[in-house]
């Protein structure tokens, strides 16, 4: 199995960027207030960009961060959208603070920064939520077959919910199945969870 590292990630994302935005964009906004709500969104690791530009077209600011600019030259649908994307083209464990905003969300991407980077970048992520924000993320579980890779965080289900004490779960689900990632056969285990900051 290829390391994140040595993932062409261009390549993916360009297969990707015909793919619908995921559901768990209309659950998060719904979370937040819904769109006469609509505020800031931080979108780690965006991809190929289905997801943040469904947040802008559904009037929202959102903060794009990818290490792969692939999004970069979809910005121009915001001729399109009442919103409007701000792609930031760097590593997430880079970023020494983040912008205010109503919902931190992010699919895959948690679980590649590793344990070091997910322990230092999750912090911040709570931070930039106000009381009332919404965290609508993927964590990796103990199940995934990359478990075993160092550079990888998985966690378990007691580790998953540390990260949201002082967060009421509105919605959690569990993706655990075999399935693939690129050429290769993966099995997927896939904590989703949204949730409401408390304080």
């Keep these: 199995m290829e390391t994140a590292e040595k993932v062409d990630w261009a390549t993916l994302n360009v297969h990707a ?13 719904a979370a937040a207030g819904g769109d006469r709500a609509a ?7 965006a991809g190929a960009g289905a ?21 970069a030259a979809r910005l121009v649908e915001n001729e ?20 205010r905003a109503q919902i931190v969300y992010s699919t895959y991407t948690l679980g590649l920064l590793g344990p070091d980077g997910l322990a230092a ?3 911040k992520l709570v931070d930039a939520l106000p009381r009332g924000g919404v965290m609508a993320v993927d964590v990796f ?9 160092p550079d990888i965080a ?8 540390a990260l949201f004490r002082g967060f009421q779960i509105i919605d959690r689900s569990v993706r655990d199945e075999d399935g693939r990632f690129l050429a290769d056969k993966k099995h997927w285990h896939v904590i989703t969870t949204l949730a409401r900051k408390l304080s």
């Excluded at 960027?17 to 906004?29: D, T």
């Excluded at 998985?154 to 919910?161: N, R």
């Design 51 to 71: 997801d943040s530009l469904q947040f802008a077209r559904r009037g929202w600011t959102v903060h794009a961060y990818d290490a792969d600019d692939t999004i």
């Design 154 to 161: 998985t966690l378990s289900m007691p580790e998953i919910d």
């Design 121 to 123: 970048t999750w912090p």
């Design 80 to 99: 399109r959208m009442s919103g409007s994307v701000q792609f930031h083209h760097t590593d997430i464990t880079d970023v020494d603070a983040f912008p």
């Design 39 to 45: 505020g800031v969104v931080l979108d780690l690791g």
């Design 17 to 29: 960027a015909g793919r619908p935005a995921r559901r768990l964009v209309s659950k998060a906004i």
């Design 141 to 149: 579980g103990t199940n995934d077959s990359w478990a075993d890779r």
